[in-house]
């Protein structure tokens, strides 16, 4: 490696590195101020203005993405492990104490908050109701479940339909992110691949054409 090559690549580096230098070495001033962690701690920090507000509703909007995502692929499992209470006899309330034992977390927890609910001296119905409204991904489910526990309704058919409707949900999903994928892959390649294949190989040669002048 030429000391060309060296030079740059240490010149980037520090750079790079000395905003983290100067954010760390702030930190540690503030740390060692004990009224300034109590108001820290008692005082929300300042937003950045139009910056802040922007990148603060794309962080929730990224985040309500990710919970929907994670909530949408649990739902075939959620919906084969009702089916199978359902076809095994369980009463409404039976299977529902079922999907909050052992379905996937994205769907369980909403199903504990329903169980919560009526030993709390809520009715089952109206725990469902308030699931369907909290939750809409889950709608469906407690709608076939709000059926069958006011109803008497069969739900196996239902829950088969809902069931492949989530399946198929899921796969055009996957789909979609397999045709994003070579997208995102642009950003890498434009800003970082691109620009260091241009340092190592472009740089040195016009640095040694230059030092000959």
């Not at 692929?73 to 409404?92: H, I, N, S």
């Not at 489910?141 to 006011?150: G, H, N, Q, W, Y």
């Not at 739900?155 to 789909?175: P, Q, S």
């Amino acid at each position: 490696m030429t000391p060309e090559v060296v030079m740059i690549a240490c010149g980037w580096g520090a750079l790079a590195a000395a905003p983290v230098l100067a954010w760390s070495r702030r930190r540690v001033v503030a740390d060692r101020l004990p009224h300034r962690r109590a108001r820290e701690v008692t005082r929300p920090r300042a937003s950045w203005g139009p910056v802040g507000r922007v990148l603060g509703g794309l962080r929730r909007h990224r985040a309500t993405a990710r919970r929907e995502s994670r909530l949408e692929a649990a739902l075939p499992a959620a919906f084969d492990l009702l089916l199978a209470a359902v076809g095994a006899g369980c009463a409404p309330i039976g299977a529902a104490e079922l999907v909050a034992t052992w379905a996937p977390p994205p769907v369980a927890e909403p199903f504990r908050a329903v169980l919560v609910a009526t030993e709390l001296g809520a009715s089952f119905p109206a725990a469902l109701a308030d699931l369907a409204s909290g939750t809409p991904q889950l709608a469906p489910m407690a709608d076939v479940l709000l059926a069958s526990a006011e109803l008497g309704a069969p739900a196996t058919g239902a829950l088969v339909r809902l069931a492949d409707e989530a399946r198929a949900k899921a796969r055009r999903r996957a789909e979609t992110r397999a045709r994003v994928l070579p997208v995102k892959l642009l950003f890498p390649l434009v800003f970082l691949v691109l620009p260091a294949f241009g340092l190592l190989t472009v740089a040195p040669a016009l640095l040694s054409a230059l030092s000959r002048l």
